[in-house]
């Protein structure tokens, strides 16, 4: 009778021991994901703050060569600035995507200018500008595919309850317009 | 388990099938056979060479078609995350990338080596060292070149010394083992002949095992050559791959259309 006493008890402390562990596991799982996301993201930040850094040059060089199509430099600055001055997810979309139509203007405007196209600063600026595009379309997929893992995790039950009591919410996704690349393939 | 383990083989087998990047069996990978193996060779050493002295690995690929990839900027970057060239932790890697149905060139660049070779760097490689031979259908010597100024750049920046020939165009070097060559059979040509006059002097015959033993290099097919390789003359293999290291890429390089 005694003995039996005593395994109940040993049998209710190993499922709370059970139960601790997986706690204390999917609360660790949870937080290295969290970490993950804003690493990822720190990654796009990173790379549209370069772009944004390449912006003045490229447009003063075809400046150089196109001083009266101010239309398309004020669109350009005014992209730049409300990219510099979203802080969220979704307002840096937003940002990315109208700076990515005012840049494909800009350089739809060295097609009408044979010197500026073959001029070489421009050609640079243009493959950093298409390097750090792309950059930004390998940090998009890694922040993504970080952030559909964690709102998988903290949907699914029962990892959902840890979450929940630690008050985890969805991430959102870094969501770009489908439209053309700004930078225009160079081709020979 | 019979059964699980032929499921878990067909699993095998179509997970390999799915996967649309072709794997790689030394530094340079020439599906689309565009690259004569005399180049392959030169290549090959050259990045070897660049590997023992820097750590930094450049890898070749060019396929037929990059289908069912859209864009060399995606294709490239699964290559890089599957191949995982440059040495781990350091990122320093680099892949060049040629697809023949979509004409497109890609130099795809590591972490560790977007400060010495960054996006317009990548770019003027490919205008100026490999696209004019591109333009004459020759892509051999645009992959070598390409090859040999991207090995030179790194070479320069870490502060090593490579051998000369990533400098000077294959044909230089060609010219110079050439003329080796023909020394060293002059030599023999004449040692021989001079035994010869020997041999009739003492009444001696002097054919057959008598080349063996003068050049014992020469009696064991390649062996005596051997040496020629490491110089970069003969065609006996870039040797001693040892595969890529882990390197990390975040999709730095530049493309261009051909």
Redesign the interface.
């Known amino acids: 009778m005694k003995n039996k006493g005593l395994m109940i008890v040993l049998i209710i402390v190993a499922v709370v021991a059970i139960i601790f562990g997986w706690y204390i596991s999917t609360r660790n799982s949870l937080v290295t994901l969290d970490e993950q996301t804003s690493s990822t993201w720190a990654e796009i930040d990173n790379q549209l703050q370069r772009r944004s850094d390449l912006i003045p040059n490229l447009v003063n060089t075809v400046k150089g060569y196109a001083k009266h199509e101010s239309d398309v430099f004020n669109n350009v600055a005014e992209a730049r600035s409300k990219l510099a001055g979203a802080t969220t997810v979704e307002e840096k979309a937003d940002g990315y995507n109208q700076m990515q139509s005012a840049l494909g203007r800009l350089l739809a405007i060295a097609e009408n200018y044979p010197e500026l196209k073959s001029n070489t600063n421009f050609q640079a600026l243009q493959d950093e500008l298409a390097g750090t595009e792309n950059r930004i379309s390998v940090a998009r997929k890694r922040y993504n595919d970080s952030v559909r893992t964690f709102n998988t995790k903290i949907k699914v039950f029962p990892s959902s309850i840890v979450a929940g009591n630690m008050g985890f919410e969805k991430k959102s996704y870094f969501e770009i317009a489908d439209s053309a690349r700004a930078v225009p393939q160079v081709q020979f | 388990m019979k059964k699980l383990f032929l499921l878990l083989l067909i699993f095998i087998a179509a997970s390999t099938f799915a996967d649309d990047i072709p794997g790689y069996s030394g530094y340079v990978n020439d599906y689309a056979q565009l690259i004569t193996e005399k180049d392959k060779t030169s290549m090959e050493e050259v990045a070897k060479e660049v590997e023992e002295k820097t750590g930094a690995q450049i890898a070749v690929l060019t396929v037929k078609s990059m289908s069912p990839y859209t864009s060399i900027?995606q294709f490239g970057?699964a290559v890089a995350e599957k191949w995982k060239v440059g040495e781990k932790d350091k990122d320093t890697g680099i892949i060049i990338i040629l697809t023949m149905e979509e004409r497109q060139v890609r130099i795809e660049v590591g972490y560790g080596l977007e400060g010495i070779i960054?996006?317009?760097k990548?770019?003027?490689i490919i205008?100026n060292n490999m696209?004019p031979y591109f333009?004459g259908g020759d892509f051999s010597a645009g992959f070598r070149r390409g090859l040999f100024k991207i090995a030179d750049i790194i070479g320069n920046e870490m502060n090593v010394e490579l051998d000369e020939r990533t400098k000077m165009d294959n044909n230089v070097t060609e010219t110079l083992c050439m003329v080796i060559f023909f020394i060293f059979i002059a030599y023999i040509f004449v040692m021989m002949i001079r035994r010869m006059n020997n041999a009739k002097r003492t009444g001696r015959r002097y054919y057959g095992s008598s080349f063996g033993t003068m050049y014992p290099g020469y009696g064991h097919g390649r062996g005596g050559f051997g040496g020629f390789s490491s110089r970069g003359c003969g065609g006996f293999g870039g040797g001693g791959f040892g595969g890529f290291g882990g390197g990390g890429?975040?999709?730095?390089?530049?493309?261009?259309?051909?």
């Open positions: 900027d970057m960054n996006d317009a990548a770019g003027r205008d696209m333009r890429f975040g999709g730095g390089g530049a493309s261009r259309g051909f």
